[in-house]
């Protein structure tokens, strides 16, 4: 019987098809799996022909409708394995087939694809250009260690006639994707160690043969991150009914080699950009783990309920609803797992306030006292430096150090801020209250009184943990191998969270992975979004030296982002409407659109409008079903964990964003003024990289001075 694989490419297009073309391709892909090779070959009512010209003679159409082909690469060495690659319109089908390659690659053992006779047209033109420029891009490298790389014949002659990166980027729709990237990563200057390191070794199977091979089954094989073969008549039904959520746990190879190594030491980090497939590291690394025990228990965790809840579906679809492993598995906040610890020692739990409540107490506090510094200085010290170093009397204080604080403060003023520090948890006391990182800090004492009741704990989205949390993610596993699995990116720090990993027990020092790919955005919105965080430099998520967007990059290809500032919100508004309806025009789904605002007030007249214009629109206050109908509003925290096709960010304006009350006077604290505007920048950048395809910028009156070029 004939097997049947699907190409991401496939998948990449499949959710945009209509509802026929899609039932057409679930009837032809039943029909295929219930007829044998002979069958097919015979063309048993599929159609299945050969393609004219074609630069792979492997090529192959079927018929999904009268007017849909779907593009099938067959075996031609006596293997059972067909990939479908494609679903296009029947003279489009037939054009992309006859231009298309399949290869293996030399060095990642991996089926890859390129754009055959595109490239066999565009090199002789770069040839010509090159042969009168002053250096190329990759002279100072040998066709031997490119050979040693996986870049063959075709692509090494493209490669000789680049000049710059530039040009490169013009090749990067035709290359096939393991060449493209290690061309990417030579070109921004990594050394080919480095390169095969960090491509070529994290692509290629640890059980692919050691000679490279051409038999399309075990071609097939070695590529798990871009192939999926499907072995039944259910799983089938299950791939074309939800094949989104199939995706969405899928491991890229840059991140299997991390996910599944048997076993690390200590504590390990692992960073990246958006859409660089952290949190699916983190997913499999949880599945990993607890293959490697019956019983061991393993705690999930992240900073707000919407992603734990995502996570947890997540987690469920990857594990394919295993109750027994699913059982052993929490998956929460660390506020709630801290809360729950707390509960179950403690007869009584004081009620934890909010930022806005602990802002008011704290303006009482200055208040009450008289003293010189503002309720805003004050509720900082007390996270940064108070809870950040667990400090408990006045001693402490006096000796603590206040990295990251702008303001010195000598041996009297320190007193004065202790005084108000008493006076603030006095007033909590009576109020029968408390705050969620006091929370934190008692049960982390609770729990170092016992041994940690994790075998591991995996963290996702950790940069925007506060040392009080990370305490209680400590106490909770005990020390030694394959603890911690620390998922993070200080380039989406949205809450201001200072945190030194190390000095919290959490050192990761040779045990730091970095992804650098981005399978979610085009490379047009990453390069926009990143220039958003150019001027600033970050702090790594160990808390020690900085982090670097170099290197990150996509592989997708798209249409560059918009942006546009309009007289008023009025005219703002009335353009979503044309945009979103534009967007639906062309076949868009409604929850495949996010708008967002730095404030609700500003989404409040988004849904006024849009509502007006009879589409159908659903606030995002947590997680939403993928299927619920409705573009999606949210506020920028809330995006946080969400991806769409388009985005629009709404109402970026001067004073805006960033938001001018949330940005403490560089007189003030110079430093906490620094820290503010990052925070502002990075939550501006979240909320452009929750777009795949298209990412529109607006605002009325003046621009945020964060947005590049505005005019």
């Known amino acids: 019987?004939?097997?049947?694989?699907?190409?991401?490419?496939?998948?990449?297009?499949?959710?945009?098809?209509?509802?026929?073309?899609?039932?057409?391709?679930?009837?032809?892909?039943?029909?295929?799996?219930?007829?044998?090779?002979?069958?097919?070959?015979?063309?048993?009512?599929?159609?299945?022909?050969?393609?004219?010209?074609?630069?792979?003679?492997?090529?192959?159409?079927?018929?999904?409708?009268?007017?849909?082909?779907?593009?099938?690469?067959?075996?031609?060495?006596?293997?059972?394995?067909?990939?479908?690659?494609?679903?296009?319109?029947?003279?489009?089908?037939?054009?992309?087939?006859?231009?298309?390659?399949?290869?293996?690659?030399?060095?990642?053992?991996?089926?890859?694809?390129?754009?055959?006779?595109?490239?066999?047209?565009?090199?002789?033109?770069?040839?010509?250009?090159?042969?009168?420029?002053?250096?190329?891009?990759?002279?100072?490298?040998?066709?031997?260690?490119?050979?040693?790389?996986?870049?063959?014949?075709?692509?090494?002659?493209?490669?000789?006639?680049?000049?710059?990166?530039?040009?490169?980027?013009?090749?990067?729709?035709?290359?096939?994707?393991?060449?493209?990237?290690?061309?990417?990563?030579?070109?921004?200057?990594?050394?080919?160690?480095?390169?095969?390191?960090?491509?070529?070794?994290?692509?290629?199977?640890?059980?692919?043969?050691?000679?490279?091979?051409?038999?399309?089954?075990?071609?097939?094989?070695?590529?798990?991150?871009?192939?999926?073969?499907?072995?039944?008549?259910?799983?089938?039904?299950?791939?074309?009914?939800?094949?989104?959520?199939?995706?969405?746990?899928?491991?890229?190879?840059?991140?299997?080699?991390?996910?599944?190594?048997?076993?690390?030491?200590?504590?390990?980090?692992?960073?990246?950009?958006?859409?660089?497939?952290?949190?699916?590291?983190?997913?499999?690394?949880?599945?990993?783990?607890?293959?490697?025990?019956?019983?061991?228990?393993?705690?999930?965790?992240?900073?707000?309920?919407?992603?734990?809840?995502?996570?947890?579906?997540?987690?469920?679809?990857?594990?394919?609803?295993?109750?027994?492993?699913?059982?052993?598995?929490?998956?929460?906040?660390?506020?709630?797992?801290?809360?729950?610890?707390?509960?179950?020692?403690?007869?009584?739990?004081?009620?934890?306030?909010?930022d806005r409540e602990q802002r008011q107490l704290w303006e009482k506090v200055v208040k009450q006292l008289g003293l010189r510094f503002t309720a805003q200085f004050l509720a900082q010290e007390y996270r940064h430096v108070v809870l950040g170093q667990n400090l408990r009397d006045l001693d402490a204080y006096l000796g603590a150090g206040r990295r990251g604080r702008g303001v010195g403060l000598g041996p009297a003023r320190r007193r004065e801020v202790w005084a108000g520090v008493e006076r603030f948890e006095q007033l909590l006391r009576d109020r029968g209250e408390t705050t969620y990182l006091r929370v934190c800090a008692r049960a982390a004492e609770f729990l170092t009184a016992a041994p940690g009741p994790y075998a591991h704990v995996v963290v996702d989205e950790a940069q925007d943990l506060h040392p009080a949390q990370w305490r209680v993610l400590r106490a909770a596993v005990p020390h030694g191998p394959d603890d911690l699995f620390v998922t993070g990116d200080p380039h989406q720090r949205i809450y201001d969270s200072r945190v030194s990993l190390g000095s919290l027990g959490v050192a990761t020092a040779g045990r730091s992975f970095r992804l650098r790919v981005n399978y979610r955005s085009t490379e047009e919105i990453l390069a926009w979004s990143a220039r958003l965080l150019a001027p600033v430099t970050v702090d790594a998520l160990e808390g020690e030296g900085t982090d670097s967007l170099a290197g990150y990059r996509s592989l997708l290809r798209g249409r560059r982002p918009e942006q546009q500032g309009y007289v008023n919100r009025h005219d703002e508004a009335a353009a979503l409407v044309e945009r979103v309806q534009t967007l639906l025009a062309e076949g868009v789904k409604p929850h495949e659109i996010g708008v967002c605002a730095r404030f609700n007030l500003s989404l409040d007249a988004a849904e006024e409008k849009l509502t007006a214009a009879e589409v159908p629109v659903l606030r995002v206050k947590g997680q939403s079903s993928q299927r619920a109908e409705g573009v999606r509003l949210a506020t920028m925290h809330a995006m946080k964990g969400l991806e769409f096709r388009a985005v629009s960010v709404l109402g970026v304006n001067d004073g805006a964003v960033p938001f001018a009350r949330e940005i403490t006077p560089r007189e003030a604290d110079p430093l906490q003024h620094e820290a503010d505007l990052l925070r502002e920048r990075c939550l501006l950048f979240v909320a452009c990289t929750r777009a795949r395809e298209a990412l529109s910028v607006t605002w009325s009156g003046e621009p945020s001075p964060f947005i590049p070029n505005a005019a």
């Open 1 to 354: 019987m004939p097997q049947l694989a699907f190409a991401q490419s496939f998948w990449d297009g499949y959710e945009t098809l209509e509802k026929p073309i899609r039932a057409g391709v679930r009837k032809a892909m039943e029909k295929f799996q219930a007829l044998s090779v002979a069958e097919l070959n015979a063309d048993k009512g599929l159609h299945l022909e050969s393609v004219k010209d074609a630069r792979d003679a492997r090529m192959r159409t079927i018929r999904i409708t009268d007017f849909w082909r779907g593009v099938v690469l067959a075996p031609d060495d006596g293997s059972t394995v067909f990939l479908l690659v494609n679903v296009l319109p029947h003279d489009d089908a037939y054009s992309w087939a006859a231009k298309r390659l399949y290869s293996a690659n030399s060095a990642t053992r991996a089926l890859e694809v390129r754009n055959a006779a595109a490239l066999d047209e565009l090199t002789p033109r770069y040839e010509t250009v090159a042969r009168t420029a002053p250096r190329l891009l990759f002279a100072d490298l040998s066709d031997g260690t490119l050979r040693g790389l996986g870049i063959d014949d075709q692509v090494l002659r493209a490669a000789r006639s680049l000049v710059d990166k530039a040009q490169l980027e013009a090749f990067a729709t035709l290359l096939p994707e393991d060449q493209l990237e290690v061309l990417q990563y030579l070109a921004e200057g990594f050394g080919p160690e480095e390169v095969y390191r960090d491509v070529v070794a994290v692509r290629r199977p640890a059980e692919a043969p050691a000679e490279p091979v051409e038999d399309l089954a075990t071609v097939l094989a070695n590529t798990p991150a871009r192939v999926r073969l499907v072995t039944g008549p259910g799983e089938l039904e299950d791939a074309l009914e939800k094949p989104f959520a199939a995706w969405r746990v899928f491991l890229h190879p840059s991140q299997r080699r991390v996910a599944y190594r048997t076993s690390y030491s200590g504590p390990v980090q692992v960073s990246g950009g958006p859409g660089t497939g952290k949190t699916v590291a983190a997913l499999h690394r949880v599945k990993h783990l607890l293959g490697r025990s019956e019983d061991g228990r393993v705690l999930l965790t992240t900073y707000t309920n919407a992603l734990a809840a995502g996570l947890r579906e997540m987690l469920g679809l990857l594990l394919d609803g295993d109750e027994d492993l699913l059982a052993r598995v929490d998956v929460t906040t660390v506020d709630a797992y801290a809360n729950s610890i707390v509960r179950a020692e403690s007869k009584q739990l004081p009620k934890p306030l909010g």
